[in-house]
């Protein structure tokens, strides 16, 4: 049997890395589902609860989602009444993101158990095997940045 190669070593880092993460994000959906929230929904409210208001646009680049996937995401949270938004008056384009009374409720109310469930699923790894994994994946994420802002080659 020939020792893998480089290429096959990162083909099979790309599926296990592809498979944990389809596993934990279901782990996730599921577990907010029972919320009646999605996880970029779960993800406003969860940064807007830690940061504070925030204009849409930095709520935009803290969630990872495109600017019309923002204001998707704010017209559901204002309809189901967890958030609302300001203008900005420095900048009439801009709006504020603020968490409504309810939000922040249901935000206090679900964090626990949310931030519970990925520990549980986290309990895969031990404490050292986690700062392993984080400054690994934290690496590739970096050097896959890089490339993309590099010319191709």
């Known amino acids: 049997m020939n020792e893998p190669t480089d290429t096959d070593r990162a083909l099979k ?3 296990v890395l592809a498979r944990a993460h389809a596993a934990v994000a279901e782990r996730v959906r599921a ?3 029972r919320h009646g929230l999605t996880a970029a929904e779960f993800g406003v409210l969860e940064a807007l609860y830690h940061k504070g208001p925030m204009l849409l646009g930095e709520v935009q680049k803290k969630i990872l989602v495109s600017s019309g996937g923002i204001t998707y995401l704010m017209d ?3 309809t189901k009444g967890y958030t609302e938004r300001r203008p900005c008056e420095e900048d009439r384009r801009a709006s504020w993101a603020h968490l409504t009374p309810a939000g922040t409720a ?3 109310n679900i964090f626990p158990g949310h931030a519970q469930m ?3 699923t986290m309990a895969g790894l031990d404490e050292r095997e ?12 970096l050097h896959a940045a890089s490339e993309l802002a590099e010319p191709a080659r």
């Open 118 to 120: 990925l520990q549980d």
């Open 31 to 33: 577990d907010l589902l």
């Open 130 to 141: 986690k700062e392993q994994a984080i400054r690994l994946i934290r690496k590739l994420g």
């Open 13 to 15: 880092l790309w599926v």
């Open 106 to 108: 249901l935000i206090e």
């Open 76 to 78: 559901r949270l204002v």
